[in-house]
């Protein structure tokens, strides 16, 4: 894989996870890829509670939070999503 982040790609360091969820295709794996993108989405949420200045970044992170979800639920037939 290349690295994203130094084509100009990746403008938030959580994107990382996040790409490499989306790129994983072995199912058991994404399981660990999926969890670990959550958790770092989490954590720099938690980060951003007092920031004023972060409106792009938190689109960004529900654009991200709504990707996971979409993995979860058809590629991992994750069994507690209700049909959209």
Request: aromatic content about 6%; charged content about 30%.
């Amino acid at each position: 894989m290349t690295n994203l982040e130094s084509d100009g790609l990746s403008r938030f360091g959580w994107q990382k996870s996040l790409r490499e969820a989306v790129v994983e295709v072995n199912p058991e794996a994404l399981k660990q890829k999926v969890a670990d993108a959550e958790l770092a989405i989490f954590e720099r949420l938690q980060e951003l509670c007092s920031a004023t200045d972060s409106a792009a970044e938190r689109t960004a992170l529900q654009d991200a939070s709504n990707t996971l979800r979409v993995l979860k639920k058809e590629v991992l037939k994750y069994p507690d999503w209700k049909p959209d």
